[in-house]
C-alpha cells in the first residue's frame, strides 16, 4: 500500500484519535490515522477515566478545562454518549498541603476552572462512609466526574472519519522515511508507505524505542499501573470522585455501583514492558488495596474485591507531556502523558492541530513551550509552583 496524505498520524489510541478529530475540526481533512490494531486498543482501555482539572501547572489546568467543555458538550459535539458522567470531583489534604492546595485552587480559578474551597462537613454528606478526621482542608471541582477513554476514542475517530480522515487499523509503521532532516512519510510493516508533509508521532508508552533509531530521544519511562475494583457492600448511589491525598488514594464509582481504586503513591513505581506485563493487581498491590480502603472507608459493612487490572503510564521526567515539533522538520510528537491523557485528550488535539497549521497555540492559557520536548536538555521542567508532600508528581 502506497498512499499520500497532508498528515500522517501514528498511533490510533486516545491522543491519536483526538489529534485527528481536532485537525477536521480546522479544516485539515487529508490524513490518515495508521493503527497497528485497533483504535483505542493500546493503553487507551487502561485508563482510570478520572476528569479534573486539579493541578498546580496552570497550563495543564487549563487543558484540562478545555477537555471538560468538550466532554460536557458530548452529544452535541459527537452525536453518541461517550460516557462522562458529572459526578463532581472532591479532593481532600492534611496539614502540610494547605496552603499549596488553597494557591493552586486560586492558580485554577484563574485559568477557568470551577473550583472552591468546601468544609469537612461538605464531603460527609457526600461521603458519609469516609472516615475524615486527617483531612485539614479540601477542594471541590462541581464539573468533575469521570468518563471512558475507549468510547472517547472511539467517538473521536468516527468523527474525524466522517469528516473525510482516512482510519487504518491492522496498519503497523514500522519507521520514519527521512530526506535529509525532514520526515517525508512512514513506512509500513507490510512493506508499504505513507508519503506525508507532517508526521505526528502518537505512540504512548512505545514512543522512546520508535524515536530512538532516528537519533530522536523522547525521555519516557514506562510505569505499571494497577486498579483494583471493589464492591462496597451497601448500595452508593451517586458519589463525586474522592482524591485523598493523606493516604494518597483515589476512589471512584463505576456506574454499575462498584467502586474503582487507584493508588496515588508514586514514590515506588514499577518501570514495565507494555507488552509483557502481569495484566491485574499483584498479591502485595491488593494488601494495600485493602488497607487503604479500609482505613478511609470503615462505613463499607462489608466490602469485597471483585476484579483488577494493570495498564502502563508514559512517565517523562517531570510527569507532563510532549507535544512538540521534534527533531526533524515534519515531525511532531504526543506522547509521555504520565496519567494525565484522558483528561485533557481534546486539548492535546488541538494543540497538535495548532502546531501543523499555525506553529504555535492558539489558546494563551496553554503556550506550546511549556510542552517542547527541549525542556528536558535545558533543565528546564514543568513543574508545579504548589507541590504536595507526597504527592507532587500528578498535581
Same mark, same amino acid.
Given at each position: 500500500?502506497?498512499?499520500?496524505?497532508d498528515?500522517?498520524i501514528?498511533g490510533? *489510541?486516545?491522543?491519536?484519535?483526538?489529534?485527528?478529530?481536532? !485537525?477536521?475540526e480546522?479544516g485539515?481533512t487529508?490524513?490518515? &490515522?495508521a493503527?497497528?490494531?485497533?483504535?483505542?486498543?493500546?493503553?487507551?482501555?487502561?485508563?482510570?477515566?478520572?476528569?479534573?482539572?486539579?493541578?498546580?501547572?496552570?497550563s495543564?489546568?487549563?487543558?484540562?478545562?478545555v477537555? $471538560?467543555e468538550v466532554?460536557?458538550?458530548?452529544?452535541?459535539?459527537?452525536? +453518541?454518549?461517550i460516557?462522562?458522567r458529572? +459526578?463532581?470531583y472532591v479532593v481532600g489534604?492534611?496539614?502540610?498541603?494547605?496552603?499549596?492546595m488553597r494557591?493552586? $485552587?486560586?492558580?485554577?480559578r484563574a485559568?477557568?476552572?470551577?473550583?472552591?474551597?468546601i468544609?469537612a462537613?461538605? =464531603?460527609?454528606?457526600?461521603?458519609?462512609?469516609?472516615?475524615l478526621?486527617?483531612?485539614?482542608?479540601?477542594g471541590?471541582e462541581?464539573?468533575?466526574?469521570?468518563g471512558?477513554?475507549?468510547?472517547t476514542?472511539?467517538a /473521536?475517530?468516527?468523527?474525524?472519519?466522517?469528516?473525510g480522515?482516512?482510519?487504518?487499523?491492522?496498519t503497523a509503521v514500522h519507521? $520514519?522515511?527521512?530526506?535529509g532532516?525532514?520526515v +517525508?512519510?512512514?513506512?509500513? #510493516?507490510d512493506?508499504g %508507505?505513507?508519503? #506525508?508533509?507532517?508526521v505526528?508521532?502518537?505512540t504512548?508508552?512505545? +514512543?522512546?524505542?520508535? !524515536?530512538?533509531r532516528h537519533?530522536?530521544?523522547?525521555?519516557?519511562?514506562v510505569?505499571? %499501573?494497577?486498579? &483494583? !475494583?471493589?464492591d462496597?457492600?451497601?448500595?452508593?448511589?451517586?458519589?463525586p &470522585? /474522592?482524591?485523598?491525598?493523606?493516604?494518597?488514594?483515589?476512589?471512584?464509582?463505576e456506574?454499575?455501583g462498584t467502586? $474503582?481504586?487507584g493508588?496515588?503513591?508514586?514514590?515506588?513505581?514499577q518501570?514495565?514492558?507494555?507488552?509483557?506485563?502481569?495484566d491485574?493487581a499483584?498479591d502485595? @498491590?491488593?494488601?494495600?488495596?485493602?488497607?487503604? =480502603?479500609?482505613?478511609?472507608?470503615?462505613g463499607?459493612?462489608?466490602a469485597?474485591?471483585?476484579?483488577?487490572?494493570? *495498564?502502563?503510564?508514559?512517565?517523562?521526567?517531570?510527569w507532563?507531556?510532549?507535544?512538540?515539533?521534534a527533531?526533524?522538520?515534519?515531525?511532531?510528537?504526543?506522547?509521555? @502523558?504520565?496519567g494525565?491523557?484522558?483528561?485533557?485528550?481534546?486539548a492535546?488535539?488541538?494543540l =497538535?492541530?495548532?502546531?501543523?497549521?499555525?506553529g504555535?497555540s #492558539?489558546?494563551p492559557?496553554?503556550?506550546?513551550?511549556?510542552?517542547? !520536548?527541549?525542556?528536558f536538555a535545558?533543565g528546564?521542567l514543568l513543574?508545579?509552583?504548589?507541590?504536595y508532600?507526597g #504527592? *507532587?508528581?500528578?498535581?
Amino acid at each position: 500500500m502506497s498512499e499520500t496524505a497532508d498528515v500522517v498520524i501514528v498511533g490510533g *489510541g486516545l491522543e491519536g484519535a483526538a489529534a485527528a478529530w481536532a !485537525l477536521a475540526e480546522r479544516g485539515v481533512t487529508n490524513v490518515i &490515522v495508521a493503527e497497528r490494531h485497533t483504535v483505542g486498543s493500546g493503553m487507551t482501555g487502561k485508563s482510570s477515566g478520572i476528569v479534573r482539572c486539579h493541578y498546580g501547572v496552570s497550563s495543564l489546568a487549563a487543558m484540562a478545562t478545555v477537555g $471538560l467543555e468538550v466532554f460536557e458538550k458530548a452529544e452535541e459535539i459527537f452525536g +453518541t454518549d461517550i460516557g462522562f458522567r458529572q +459526578t463532581g470531583y472532591v479532593v481532600g489534604v492534611g496539614e502540610p498541603n494547605v496552603d499549596s492546595m488553597r494557591k493552586s $485552587l486560586a492558580a485554577q480559578r484563574a485559568v477557568g476552572v470551577q473550583t472552591e474551597e468546601i468544609d469537612a462537613a461538605d =464531603v460527609a454528606r457526600m461521603w458519609p462512609f469516609a472516615d475524615l478526621t486527617p483531612f485539614a482542608a479540601f477542594g471541590w471541582e462541581p464539573r468533575g466526574g469521570y468518563g471512558d477513554a475507549h468510547q472517547t476514542a472511539q467517538a /473521536f475517530a468516527v468523527t474525524a472519519r466522517s469528516a473525510g480522515v482516512r482510519v487504518r487499523q491492522s496498519t503497523a509503521v514500522h519507521r $520514519l522515511i527521512t530526506h535529509g532532516d525532514r520526515v +517525508t512519510g512512514v513506512a509500513l #510493516a507490510d512493506g508499504g %508507505e505513507l508519503w #506525508a508533509e507532517t508526521v505526528v508521532v502518537a505512540t504512548g508508552a512505545w +514512543t522512546r524505542p520508535f !524515536l530512538a533509531r532516528h537519533g530522536i530521544d523522547v525521555p519516557i519511562r514506562v510505569v505499571c %499501573e494497577q486498579i &483494583v !475494583l471493589i464492591d462496597p457492600g451497601v448500595e452508593l448511589g451517586p458519589r463525586p &470522585v /474522592f482524591s485523598d491525598l493523606v493516604s494518597l488514594q483515589y476512589i471512584r464509582p463505576e456506574p454499575d455501583g462498584t467502586l $474503582l481504586f487507584g493508588n496515588s503513591d508514586l514514590s515506588d513505581d514499577q518501570e514495565a514492558d507494555p507488552d509483557a506485563y502481569l495484566d491485574r493487581a499483584t498479591d502485595a @498491590f491488593v494488601d494495600i488495596t485493602v488497607e487503604k =480502603v479500609g482505613t478511609r472507608f470503615p462505613g463499607f459493612p462489608d466490602a469485597s474485591i471483585t476484579s483488577s487490572y494493570a *495498564g502502563c503510564y508514559d512517565v517523562t521526567p517531570d510527569w507532563n507531556p510532549v507535544i512538540s515539533r521534534a527533531g526533524l522538520d515534519g515531525l511532531v510528537v504526543a506522547a509521555g @502523558f504520565s496519567g494525565h491523557g484522558f483528561k485533557i485528550a481534546p486539548a492535546v488535539g488541538r494543540l =497538535v492541530a495548532d502546531l501543523i497549521v499555525d506553529g504555535h497555540s #492558539a489558546d494563551p492559557r496553554i503556550p506550546e513551550t511549556d510542552f517542547r !520536548l527541549s525542556r528536558f536538555a535545558e533543565g528546564d521542567l514543568l513543574r508545579t509552583p504548589y507541590p504536595y508532600v507526597g #504527592a *507532587g508528581e500528578m498535581r
